[in-house]
């Protein structure tokens, strides 16, 4: 019998503690365990204390989780609760992603004061995102609009828009549901032509390796699509080293025994890209996503990624 609170540890921002929370819910429900059973320890990392500067700059989204990472290995924590799309694809030795929750909506959200949706800002108008990614396909769509460098979490980057400091901005629409906030989304783009971040909209928690209480305790609320969808993914994103310094999109969907995959690498302009396209066996994801990473690297050339990287 458990006599010791279960430590989750977590970033403080109020999305992140929304996810704690979800993890810890489902943990009561899984095991009949009490509120109580369970303890919530909000951590500030690296990532959140250095908002002046891109990530890139500060050794990019592992400075999100390396302080909740010591917790682990410490001891000091039991599991650790992330977004899927901020974990690194290396992880500390001796720390695996044990779990992931049933994923939520992975598209991207506009936000827009100067209209309602990217194609209908005037020429010249201000985007604010810290994403790559978004910010190249912002310009692929629209090369006349100025995107600029947009930090923070979901409160900072709202009250900067309301300020004036952009005229709109992009958030991940999963985030926004679970913080009950998606009355301010003005447009939600395609993910057909506007590809998510690999691991969007997925939670994850991560734990020691070779713990059986703990393995015990996560099996129950782990959800297989979502898991193999990621193993997909973080393969893909692996494939092609990828960091904040590189725009990658990646989705898989997995359907019982089968999964289809879309992935999608961009230069930060926007101006050049190279996609694929795959279909297989639900259990082969992890070596397919890692193949179609190989094949969209070969198919880019070295001199895609050193003319801007």
């Known amino acids: 019998m458990q006599t010791t609170p279960l430590r989750i540890g977590t970033r403080g921002s109020q999305l992140a503690l929304a996810q704690a929370h979800e993890v810890r819910a489902r943990l009561m429900a899984a095991h009949s365990l009490p509120e109580e059973a369970f303890e919530i320890v909000p951590i500030v990392t690296s990532g959140d204390r250095i908002q002046d500067r891109p990530l890139a700059d500060i050794g990019g989204k592992g400075l999100f989780t390396q302080e909740i990472e010591e917790g682990l290995l410490s001891g000091s924590l039991d599991v650790a609760v992330h977004s899927s799309k901020d974990m690194p694809t290396v992880l500390p030795e001796g720390l695996d992603l044990t779990a992931f929750l049933p994923r939520e909506d992975t598209r991207d959200a506009f936000i827009g004061r100067a209209a309602p949706s990217i194609e209908a800002l005037p020429p010249g108008s201000k985007v604010g995102s810290s994403s790559l990614r978004r910010q190249a396909l912002i310009l692929r769509m629209r090369p006349d609009l100025s995107v600029v460098p947009f930090r923070g979490n979901v409160q900072s980057r709202m009250r900067k828009l309301d300020e004036g400091q952009v005229d709109g901005t992009i958030l991940a629409n999963a985030g926004l549901r679970r913080l009950g906030m998606t009355e301010v989304i003005t447009d939600l783009m395609p993910s057909e032509t506007f590809p ?43 494939a092609l080293d990828g960091s904040c310094r590189t725009p990658i999109a990646g989705h898989a969907v997995v359907e019982g025994e089968k999964f289809h995959f879309k992935g999608l690498i961009i230069t930060p302009d926007g101006r050049i890209s190279h996609d694929i396209a795959i279909d297989g066996p639900a259990a082969d994801a992890a070596v397919l996503g890692a193949k179609a990473g190989a094949a969209v690297r070969e198919k880019a050339g070295t001199t895609f990624f050193e003319s801007w990287n």
């Open 196 to 238: 998510p971040a690999p691991g969007q909209g997925a939670i994850c928690v991560e734990s020691r390796i070779g713990d059986p209480r703990i393995d015990a305790l996560l099996q129950p609320i782990h959800h297989r699509e979502t898991g193999l969808a990621l193993a997909c993914e973080r393969a893909f994103l692996a």
